[in-house]
C-alpha cells in the first residue's frame, strides 16, 4: 500500500487539527475518576454503551473510596451490559483500591502511573491524559487505527506500533489528532460503508477503502 509523504501528512494534519480544534471524547464524565472508569469500560464497547452503564454505577460509588470496598456481584450486575463485564468489575476494585492506598484517593494523572492500575493500559492512559489534561499524546483505538492505514500515515501491524509512528510523523497537536480521528473513524471513515464521496475532506489522500484491524 502506498505511503503517505511528507507533504500529504502535513495537509492531512492540518485538516484534521483544524476541523477538530475542540473536539472531545463523547464519554460522559466530571471528573477524574469517572474518566478512568468510563475509558476502561469503553475497551470493545461503544461509549454510547457506557455512558448508559455509567450514571448508576457513579451514583452508587461516587469515587474510588466507595468503589473500592463495593461488592463485586453488585457492580457485576450494573455493568453486566457491558462487554468483557466480569474481568472490568474486578480491575474496577482493584485499580480503587490501588488509588486509596498508593495515591491518597486521587488519580494519579501520569501516563505511566496510570499504567500501575488493574484494568488500565498504555492506550487507556493516553486517553485520560489527552482528554483530561490535553497532553501530547496519541491512543490508537480501532477508529484511529483504521484512519492510519487508509491515509497511508501507517502499515503497522499492532496498535502500538502504529501509536509510535503517528508520534514520530505528527510530533505536535497530538491530542486534537487523536480526538479528530476517533471521530472521523466513527462517523466518517466507517469500517462499513465509509462516507467517501458524501462527508470525507481527506478522500484525495485516500489509499484504501479496505478495512483494517490491529493484530
Excluded: W
Excluded at 130 to 158: C, K, P, Q
Excluded at 192 to 207: A, I, M, R, S
Amino acid at each position: 500500500m502506498k505511503k503517505a509523504t511528507k507533504k500529504e501528512i502535513a495537509i492531512i494534519k492540518e485538516r484534521f487539527v483544524e476541523r477538530y480544534d475542540d473536539a472531545v471524547t463523547e464519554l460522559t464524565y466530571t471528573n477524574a475518576y469517572e474518566l478512568v472508569v468510563a475509558v476502561a469500560l469503553s475497551a470493545q464497547c461503544t461509549d454510547k454503551r457506557v455512558n448508559i452503564i455509567t450514571p448508576k454505577l457513579f451514583e452508587q460509588y461516587p469515587s474510588v473510596v466507595e468503589l473500592a470496598t463495593a461488592d463485586l456481584d453488585d457492580v457485576k450486575k450494573i455493568i453486566n451490559s457491558c462487554t468483557f463485564f466480569n474481568n472490568k468489575a474486578k480491575n474496577l476494585l482493584k485499580m480503587s483500591q490501588r488509588v486509596v492506598e498508593f495515591y491518597d484517593s486521587e488519580i494519579p494523572l501520569d501516563s505511566k502511573e496510570l499504567q500501575t492500575l488493574a484494568g488500565v493500559g498504555q492506550k487507556t492512559a493516553n486517553v485520560v491524559m489527552i482528554e483530561y489534561t490535553g497532553a501530547n499524546l496519541m491512543a490508537v483505538d480501532t477508529h484511529v487505527f483504521r484512519v492510519a492505514h487508509r491515509l497511508g500515515l501507517s502499515d503497522d501491524a499492532s496498535a502500538l506500533e502504529t501509536e509510535k509512528t503517528l508520534v514520530k510523523k505528527f510530533k505536535t497537536n497530538l491530542h486534537q489528532l487523536h480526538q479528530g480521528m476517533v471521530l472521523f473513524g466513527r462517523y466518517v471513515c466507517k469500517a462499513k460503508n465509509p462516507l467517501c464521496d458524501q462527508e470525507c475532506f481527506l478522500q484525495e489522500f485516500c489509499k484504501t477503502t479496505k478495512s483494517f484491524k490491529a493484530k
